[in-house]
């Protein structure tokens, strides 16, 4: 390339677009966004029509900008972290990437505060909370990162261990961290993206006193434990979930010589889905059926989950249908219908919708544990414009759950269930009879039962 | 009591996987005549009626008539670690109530397997009368499944006493079979009226890749709308007969 070429080049990049202040026409957001360049950093995807929106003509259909709900929260930890180390609480809360797996990024995850701020890491709680809420508790949390090989993490036990103690922590643990360089300051400008806090490397750790978790403690101490039996005798002991996956994703559980770090986002799924398994082995299948059709209900921040429980023996189906407009359907005029389901006999598979199948299959087993019974369950979810952006599946287990907890609605014949289902659905009952495998079966298989 | 030897270990080994296709835990009747089985699926959609005469096996000793609950996919791990031309040899140790058997090869081994409490309830079978009935070779019946398996997750069965079709039709794509009297796969073919019925893939595809480890020749009975009887021919004094509710979709 010719010298005067590549000058004129490097000038056109270097123009720069002053565009969140001047050309936002709403006040309000305009004052807002206005942050001092040194300390945010706002870049959008090329293309995205966030760029054309910024924040101001709610392009994407959503009644919220998500990107901004998300970028003053971000601002609001960034002002409070904005140096090279830190302190704060850890609710306990630890993340492990999974990019560049078996050579991933892991560490502890820190609160620019003190205090209990448990409930940044517990899903469990955060039911019924607003969305600038939820986003917060992300958001707020500052992440340290070191390099790892998953199946060695003892090669970098300097930090390894650190983050060991805080994963294994019953309470809030004090944590204080030195980064190589201040917490990123670059955020992303987009809805579809999980609300995630800064993050940077760490040079230094420290960890203050903490208690652990007896139950998990032990696990932990018991080389000679499968992982698989950690995790159901935890869960039997009555530890929750996410404090199950958070020391599972450190490697806390299994064979002494096995033990390794697995990938938040992986071994939420692993948890949710050895457990809820067990239960069905073990506690669902062979149990007498309930006697009647069963609608289950929660509505939750643009979310419609109905859950029909048949007169059954075990089988299982999941199925979401996102509204025009919402994350994963930003486009298209149409709604998107996904799904997969089991039968009896559980599958050998990965179910190809995600996580999610296997969260609400865990909150579906966990019920019918309960009352000692097995049912055919078909879980359904209707996500509307207003669910702004993604949260994580906990939602899903979690709404679910609560959904179980309130009475449900009985009736005695499946056409009577199936008009209930639909006068609460916006999308029309034949949509969902034709992306259901199960609703299909119920309504047009004959049982032999018939003929004897 | 009751003990029993037979020569052909992979006799009985499929005969029990074919049974397994359908149940985990299967309660077998053993009398002196014979044994034989008859059980549902979870979901109540297939039946499975099977039957071994006491003439099947090498030696078979039975002087009472008792029920053995077994979890078959136990059974069919031990059952696999009989070689070809080993003896299995199987008796219920009413001690214990464990289930024993003996395999005779180079060495003699012995696994005991615990046996589970027995269902009570007699399952009948279902009371249908079939207008149509088809006889194929298993093999080209599981070959048209598998055709038409490619489309869709159930297969329409059709026929006139002159021919036989099976349709399916997905979302997007479409198969039809025709096997005419005379062809290859089609050893007979009569009606007494025209019938046509429709069934899940799910459970016919696995019933015949299951059974036909058994038997090369299947005779399949249906009405419209109506189950179908689908009698596997064994090459022993025994029966392998699977019932299938249809789907009935309304338009």
Same mark, same amino acid.
């Given at each position: 390339?010719?010298?005067?070429?590549?000058?004129?080049?490097?000038?056109?990049?270097?123009?720069?677009?002053?565009?969140?202040?001047? %050309?936002?026409?709403?006040?309000?957001?305009?004052?807002?966004?206005?942050?001092?360049?040194?300390?945010?950093?706002?870049?959008?995807?090329?293309?995205?029509?966030?760029?054309?929106?910024?924040?101001?003509?709610?392009?994407?259909?959503? $009644?919220?900008?998500?990107? %901004?709900?998300?970028?003053?929260?971000?601002?609001?930890?960034?002002?409070?972290?904005?140096?090279?180390?830190?302190?704060?609480? &850890?609710?306990?809360?630890?993340?492990?990437?999974? %990019?560049?797996?078996?050579?991933?990024?892991?560490?502890?995850?820190?609160?620019?505060?003190?205090?209990?701020?448990?409930?940044?890491?517990? $899903?469990?709680?955060?039911?019924?909370?607003?969305?600038?809420?939820?986003?917060?508790?992300?958001?707020?949390?500052?992440?340290?990162?070191?390099?790892?090989?998953?199946?060695?993490?003892?090669?970098?036990?300097?930090?390894?261990?650190?983050?060991?103690?805080?994963?294994?922590?019953?309470?809030?643990?004090?944590?204080?961290?030195?980064?190589?360089?201040?917490?990123?300051?670059?955020?992303?400008?987009?809805?579809?993206?999980?609300?995630?806090?800064? &993050?940077?490397?760490?040079?230094?750790?420290?960890?203050?006193?903490?208690?652990?978790?007896?139950?998990?403690?032990?696990?932990?101490?018991?080389?000679?434990?499968?992982?698989?039996?950690?995790?159901?005798?935890?869960?039997?002991?009555?530890?929750?979930?996410?404090?199950?996956?958070?020391?599972?994703?450190?490697?806390?559980?299994?064979?002494?010589?096995?033990?390794?770090?697995?990938?938040?986002?992986?071994?939420?799924?692993?948890?949710?889905?050895?457990? &809820?398994? &067990?239960?069905?082995?073990?506690?669902?299948?062979?149990? $007498?059926?309930?006697?009647?059709?069963?609608?289950?209900?929660?509505?939750?921040?643009?979310?419609?989950?109905?859950?029909?429980?048949?007169?059954?023996?075990?089988?299982?189906?999941?199925?979401?249908?996102?509204?025009?407009?919402?994350?994963?359907?930003?486009?298209?005029?149409?709604?998107?219908?996904?799904?997969?389901?089991?039968?009896?006999?559980?599958?050998?598979?990965?179910?190809?919708?995600?996580?999610?199948?296997?969260?609400?299959?865990?909150?579906?087993?966990?019920?019918?544990?309960?009352?000692?019974?097995?049912?055919?369950?078909?879980?359904?979810?209707?996500?509307?414009?207003?669910?702004?952006?993604?949260?994580?599946?906990?939602?899903?287990?979690?709404?679910?759950?609560?959904?179980?907890?309130?009475?449900?609605?009985?009736?005695?014949?499946?056409?009577?269930?199936?008009?209930?289902?639909?006068?609460?659905?916006?999308?029309?009952?034949?949509?969902?009879?034709?992306?259901?495998?199960?609703?299909?079966?119920?309504?047009?298989?004959?049982?032999?039962?018939?003929?004897? | +009591?009751?003990? !029993?030897?037979?020569? =052909?270990?992979?006799?009985?080994? #499929?005969?029990?996987?074919?049974?397994?296709?359908?149940?985990?835990?299967?309660?077998?009747?053993?009398?002196?005549?014979?044994?034989?089985?008859?059980? +549902?699926?979870?979901?109540?959609?297939?039946?499975?009626?099977?039957?071994?005469?006491?003439?099947?096996?090498?030696?078979?000793?039975?002087?009472?008539?008792?029920?053995?609950?077994? =979890?078959?996919?136990?059974?069919?791990?031990?059952?696999?670690?009989?070689?070809?031309?080993?003896?299995?040899?199987?008796?219920?140790?009413?001690?214990?109530?464990?289930? !024993?058997?003996?395999?005779?090869?180079?060495?003699?081994?012995?696994?005991? +397997?615990?046996?589970?409490?027995?269902?009570?309830?007699?399952?009948?079978?279902?009371?249908?009368?079939?207008?149509?009935?088809?006889?194929?070779?298993?093999? *080209?019946?599981?070959?048209?499944?598998? #055709?038409?398996?490619?489309?869709? #997750?159930? !297969?329409?069965?059709?026929?006139?006493?002159?021919?036989?079709?099976?349709?399916?039709?997905?979302?997007?794509?479409?198969? =039809?079979?025709?096997?005419?009297? *005379?062809?290859?796969?089609?050893?007979?073919?009569?009606?007494?009226?025209?019938?046509?019925?429709?069934?899940?893939?799910?459970?016919?595809?696995?019933?015949?890749?299951?059974?036909?480890?058994?038997?090369?020749?299947?005779?399949?009975?249906?009405?419209?709308?109506?189950?179908?009887?689908?009698?596997?021919?064994?090459?022993?004094?025994?029966?392998?007969?699977?019932?299938?509710?249809?789907?009935?979709?309304?338009?």
């Amino acid at each position: 390339m010719k010298a005067s070429l590549r000058k004129r080049f490097v000038k056109k990049v270097k123009r720069r677009v002053p565009w969140v202040g001047h %050309i936002v026409n709403d006040e309000k957001i305009a004052g807002d966004l206005n942050v001092p360049s040194h300390n945010v950093r706002i870049q959008a995807w090329e293309g995205s029509i966030c760029l054309t929106c910024r924040g101001s003509r709610m392009l994407c259909g959503k $009644p919220v900008c998500p990107a %901004i709900v998300k970028l003053y929260s971000f601002i609001k930890t960034k002002k409070a972290a904005d140096s090279n180390q830190m302190y704060g609480s &850890s609710p306990p809360g630890i993340f492990v990437g999974r %990019i560049g797996y078996p050579y991933v990024y892991a560490g502890p995850l820190v609160p620019p505060v003190l205090g209990d701020t448990s409930i940044l890491d517990a $899903p469990e709680q955060w039911l019924g909370k607003t969305f600038d809420e939820i986003i917060r508790f992300r958001t707020s949390l500052v992440r340290g990162k070191f390099r790892v090989n998953v199946k060695k993490p003892f090669q970098n036990r300097r930090f390894q261990e650190k983050t060991l103690e805080v994963a294994l922590s019953k309470a809030p643990v004090y944590t204080e961290v030195a980064f190589k360089k201040k917490p990123s300051d670059k955020f992303f400008f987009d809805g579809t993206v999980q609300p995630m806090g800064p &993050s940077a490397m760490l040079r230094k750790m420290n960890v203050g006193n903490f208690k652990t978790d007896s139950r998990i403690e032990k696990a932990y101490a018991d080389g000679d434990l499968k992982a698989e039996s950690a995790v159901l005798d935890l869960y039997l002991n009555g530890v929750p979930v996410s404090g199950i996956q958070r020391a599972f994703s450190v490697g806390a559980f299994g064979l002494k010589n096995e033990r390794r770090m697995v990938p938040t986002r992986w071994s939420i799924t692993a948890v949710d889905s050895t457990i &809820s398994r &067990s239960l069905i082995e073990n506690e669902v299948k062979g149990k $007498p059926t309930i006697n009647e059709y069963r609608v289950y209900e929660y509505s939750y921040l643009g979310n419609r989950f109905m859950v029909l429980l048949t007169p059954s023996s075990w089988k299982y189906e999941w199925i979401e249908a996102w509204y025009p407009g919402t994350v994963w359907n930003p486009a298209a005029r149409d709604i998107a219908m996904g799904g997969d389901w089991e039968g009896y006999r559980g599958r050998t598979t990965y179910a190809s919708i995600g996580g999610c199948y296997y969260a609400v299959r865990l909150a579906a087993a966990e019920f019918l544990a309960k009352e000692r019974r097995q049912a055919g369950v078909i879980a359904m979810r209707e996500i509307h414009p207003s669910f702004i952006t993604p949260l994580g599946v906990w939602i899903n287990r979690e709404c679910v759950r609560e959904a179980f907890r309130k009475d449900g609605e009985r009736f005695d014949n499946l056409t009577d269930a199936m008009t209930h289902i639909g006068s609460r659905f916006a999308l029309g009952l034949k949509h969902w009879v034709a992306s259901s495998v199960l609703l299909k079966d119920a309504l047009y298989q004959e049982r032999l039962t018939k003929y004897l | +009591m009751f003990r !029993v030897k037979i020569s =052909n270990a992979k006799l009985l080994r #499929d005969a029990i996987t074919a049974i397994s296709t359908l149940i985990d835990e299967g309660t077998f009747t053993v009398s002196p005549e014979g044994i034989k089985l008859r059980a +549902m699926d979870p979901s109540r959609v297939a039946m499975v009626d099977f039957t071994m005469q006491k003439t099947a096996f090498d030696e078979y000793v039975a002087d009472e008539e008792t029920k053995i609950c077994l =979890n078959l996919s136990e059974l069919l791990k031990l059952l696999k670690r009989a070689g070809r031309d080993e003896a299995v040899e199987i008796q219920l140790d009413e001690n214990t109530g464990q289930f !024993v058997i003996t395999m005779r090869g180079k060495y003699v081994r012995t696994f005991r +397997m615990p046996t589970l409490e027995a269902s009570e309830d007699e399952v009948p079978t279902p009371k249908i009368t079939f207008n149509a009935k088809v006889t194929l070779t298993t093999d *080209g019946f599981r070959q048209s499944l598998e #055709d038409v398996a490619l489309v869709s #997750d159930h !297969v329409r069965m059709e026929t006139d006493g002159e021919k036989m079709t099976m349709t399916a039709r997905g979302d997007i794509m479409g198969a =039809n079979i025709e096997l005419l009297k *005379g062809s290859d796969a089609l050893l007979s073919v009569e009606a007494k009226e025209p019938s046509k019925s429709t069934f899940p893939l799910s459970y016919l595809s696995e019933i015949v890749k299951a059974a036909s480890a058994t038997s090369d020749i299947v005779t399949l009975e249906f009405s419209t709308d109506m189950p179908i009887r689908l009698d596997f021919k064994q090459t022993y004094d025994g029966t392998l007969v699977y019932y299938l509710a249809p789907r009935i979709e309304v338009e």
